[in-house]
Structures are given as structure tokens and as C-alpha cells.
């Protein structure tokens, strides 16, 4: 179900015109479907359904309260990889016993406020870290939960700086250490070792990587022997950002899963972000200027690079789409870009773009996740508004940053 189309040529957030929402509100700011977001989050866990895992949203695609209070109160758990992630999720509601404390660098100070909160898991990712939170919670006099992340060496065919699960890469323990770390915790008084998480990479489309990781962490279990209470499987699957791209086929994933957990008494947790949130957000910008200059239309627009940054980072496809849709077409090839110094501040190339002139609105798509969270102040620039409809409503769901407030700082 699709909540963000064209409705009789004009482009619609659930019943809504985004024409009409950027002449109330001031333009570049994030738009999101409530109903989007909600189907997102059923057809995630009905997909999953024959497996009852735990969902916890990957805060880091997305962190907006108002959407987090939502996603709480249809049953989300949530990822967090920093104190402010957890913190904003415990003041989304989100019970903590559904929480996931992941990141390679977690500082003494996250550490302490995860094991007082009481978070479902603190997923390990080094030996130093294990002694650090066998050390605290021997302080606190607490005996703490853990998962260790293993580093599948599977990489997930995805862009290479979204790509977690290589051997080369930060991220986890490779299969020896896994195995010695966690012989290693059995015997550490101040520590409970009851998961094992894995997380290669974010946007993979197909399942042979998925399959791939459930065999090595099998042959783990059957090596070491150990009864995990969780598998914690991560994130990352796949959406399609267009009509040409595959999305992860999910029922096929939870068939393996399905296998993969017959004759374990385990729970399965998942981290999906993109697949709960990516295609719930459009960013509405407003055309600057048209610049003509060697037989290109340089498209300028008020949102830049430091409101979405994904192009730039990641040389990221966002399908853009006049906000009225014409008949017209540019006979020269035109290219979207923002207001920023710098030249990776570019959206999209294209041929045969609708006409549209200076003062016209356009929406950048699939932007629900890593769009405002990666967001800065670059060239001293205000972050933007977020508005949220739903149905035949919209709200405000974070103010635009004042310019008082930016440049006190
Ligand atoms: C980023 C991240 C996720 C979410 O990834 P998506 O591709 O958005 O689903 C899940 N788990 C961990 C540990 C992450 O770092």
C-alpha cells in the first residue's frame, strides 16, 4: 500500500496535497505518513509473523519523537547506539526491556546508564568492552545481559560505506574471537551471556547474504554448545527507492528463519530502520533558481546536502517529482542541486524532466530514513521542520531550528 502518490496529477501525503502543505508551511522541511508508517511496521512483523520476534526500530534511521511515540504505541522496541538514542527512547515509552544497546565505541558513561535502565541487551563488540561492562555492573552490583556481535564475514552486496559485515570492517568479532569471547563471559560473575547479534550492512535486497549469515551463526551454536536466549539478526533490509529496484522478499526470509530456529528455544530480534521508515518521508523543497549553463538546467533548491545527505555520502538515488505534475519536458538534461559550497552538493542528473520554473515545489522521496537524522548545520544552515499527516490531518512534529537558537552556538 502506497500512501504517498498522485492523486488527479497532484502529488498527495495520504489525503492531503503536498501543495497545500508547502504554502502553509516554510519550505525545505520533511513531510511523513502516519498510515505509511503504520502499514510499514504490520507488514514487517506480519511477514515475520510465524516467528514472534522482538522489533526493535533502529533509532539511528530515524529519531523524531512524535514518530517514535508512534511506533511505541504499536508495539515497537528499538536499537539505540548512543545515551541520547536510549534516552530518547525510554521518553518515547518504549519499555526497556525492549531495548538493544549496539555500537562498537559505547563510552563508560552509556554503558552505566544501560545497565541502570535494565535494557533487554548491550551488544558486545570487543574483549575491552566485556571487561568494561563486567566492571561496572560489579560497581552497580548487577548482573548485566549481553550479546556478543559476531562478524559473519558476509558483506551484504550493498554500497561499500554501508557495508557492516566484511571481514575488513570495524564492526563485531570474527568467528574465532566470538567463540573465545564467549567462553570467556560464561566465567564473569557480573555478566549474563544471552545473545548473539549479527548486522551486515544496511539496504541488501537479496537473501543469499541473510542465508548465509544463519549458517555461521549455526555452526557457532553447535560449536560452543551454548543455549542463546536471543539471536538478534539486525537490520538492513532492503527497500525499493524505485519502480526498477527489488525490495527484500521478507517472506522468503522469515521461511529461513523459521527453519533456522526449529529446534532452538530461542527469541528472535530484528533492527530493521529502512524497511520501517525509508518510504514514510518525502523532503518538500522549493525552487531558487533555474541556471542554464552548457546546455545543462542547473536546478537550484533551498534543501541542500546538509538536509539530506545520502546522495552526497552514499551517491544515493532519491526520485524527485514536481509536486503538480505537468506535460511539459526540458529538452536539455537537468541536475537538482542545493545551495551549499561545496560540488557533491548535487541530488540528481536527469533527461526529460517535467518543465518546471523558479518557484515551484518538488519532493525528494524515500527519505523517512537517514534523511533528517543525518542532517546538520553545515554553512551555518537551520535544521528543518518535520510535519506528520495523517489521514486528513498534518501537524508539526518538529519545529524548524531558529536562527536565534543557531547561531548562539
Ligand atoms: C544501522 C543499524 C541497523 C538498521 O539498519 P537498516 O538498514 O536501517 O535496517 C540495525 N542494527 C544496527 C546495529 C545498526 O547499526
Redesign the pocket.
Known sequence: MNYIRLRKNNLCVENISTLTLAKKYRTPFYCYSLSQLKNNFYSFKNAFKIIKPIVAF?I??NSNLALLKELKKIGSGA?V?SVGELLKAIKAGINTKKIVF??VGKTEEEIRMAIKKRVLLI?VESESEVNLVNKISKKLSKKTSIGVRLNPNVTGKTHKK?S?GGRGEKFGVTYNDCINLCEKILKMKNLKLEGLSV?I???ITNIKPFKEVLSIINKIINKIKIDFKFIDL????GISYSNKEQHLNLKQYSRLVKKFIKNKNVKIIF?????IIGNTGILISKIIYIKKSNNKNFIILDAGMNDLMRPALYAAQHQIIPLRKTNKKFREIVEFVGPICESSDKFLTQRGFEKIKEGDYVALTHVG??GMSLSSNYNTRPTIAEILVSGSKHKLIKKRQSLENLINN
Open positions: 533502529s539511528k534511521s536499537d547506539v549496539s555500537g551488544n554501508i557492516t548486522h550492512g544496511s539496504q539486525g537490520g538492513g533490509m533492527e530493521p530502520g529502512r524497511f530514513a537517514y
